[in-house]
């Protein structure tokens, strides 16, 4: 895979998944506006061509993915309370890397996210759904990968964030019952999606779920199971819950989890799961398998990325 690849969002979940993925069988030029977690990658990737830029504002970093042949467009505002930064992130920096795409007609790898078919209602679900649309009207040759919750190496937001959360606190409450189906995606697989797009060049728009359907509560369970915690479960009634994450909002301009992450978790939705081994040529790692890759390695367990 002799090809110049230009990644946004590069010190991301995905992103640090990727590159660590890719080594040496591609030129990367990677992008992203945390100067820490960048740091981070460029102790593990010393070799990658590394910007810290903001992709909203211009800057030379336009001129860098002018030079690329493909681009994987990662970044995305996930978490918060403000709309602006949503706008901000998932969408008029969208534009803007197009334009830099566009120089040199690149093929591109868009990561949107399952939420576009979701029944949930949040600042992530409106962005990211206006970001697919100005991908799709580009006019580049690209692919649309949609995937589900992911978890794996220097993931900070999710699963991860669950598992330090776990090792800190007494006990880990768990909103009502419990019973709300996830479909959870290793980011080493989703990466292996990626790399086979990049190879050869796949269009369309692909729903990527976890082939492993298992409620939050199980999900819970099984991730203290491979991490050898003892701390113990304890559901917290609905409504409490989401008092609790109001009034910590009131103190945490970012916070980790917020009320409508909450909401968009117990949202009742089943994504399309389709033979994404078969379509791109991965080994999909059953859950329990890449749970223990993600906590158990001895080295990028340890690495943990920043808000």
Known sequence: MSKRVFITGAAG?????????????????????????????????????LIEADLAEPGPWQAAAAECD????????IGGLDWAEFERNNVTATHRVLEAAAKSSAYLVHVSSSVVNSQ???????????QEAVVDACGLTHVVLRPTLMFGWFDRKHIGWLKRFMERVPVFPIPGDGRYLR??????????????????????????????KIDYVDMIRLL????????????????LFWGLLA?????????????????????????EVIDWPAIFSVRATPLEEAFEKTFLDPVYSNVTLRF
Request: net charge negative; with cysteine.
């Open 120 to 130: 949930a209602n949040d600042f992530y679900t409106e962005s990211k759904t206006a």
């Open 183 to 212: 479909q959870p995606l290793f980011a080493g697989d989703f990466a292996s999606i990626i790399a086979s797009c990049i190879e050869r060049e796949l269009t369309g728009a692909y729903n990527i779920s976890g082939l492993e």
């Open 247 to 271: 009034a910590y909002a009131l103190v945490d301009r970012n916070p980790p989890f917020t009320t409508k992450q909450l909401e968009a978790l117990v949202t009742p939705d089943v994504f």
């Open 13 to 49: 979940l995905v992103g640090q998944n990727l590159i660590a993925q890719l080594g040496d069988a591609a030129s990367i030029v990677g992008v992203d506006k945390h100067a820490e977690n960048l740091a981070t990658l460029r102790q593990l990737r010393p070799e990658a061509t």
């Open 224 to 239: 203290r199971k491979v991490t050898g915690l003892r701390t113990p479960i304890v559901h917290v009634p609905y409504k």
């Open 70 to 77: 493909t681009v994987i467009m990662l970044q995305a505002q």
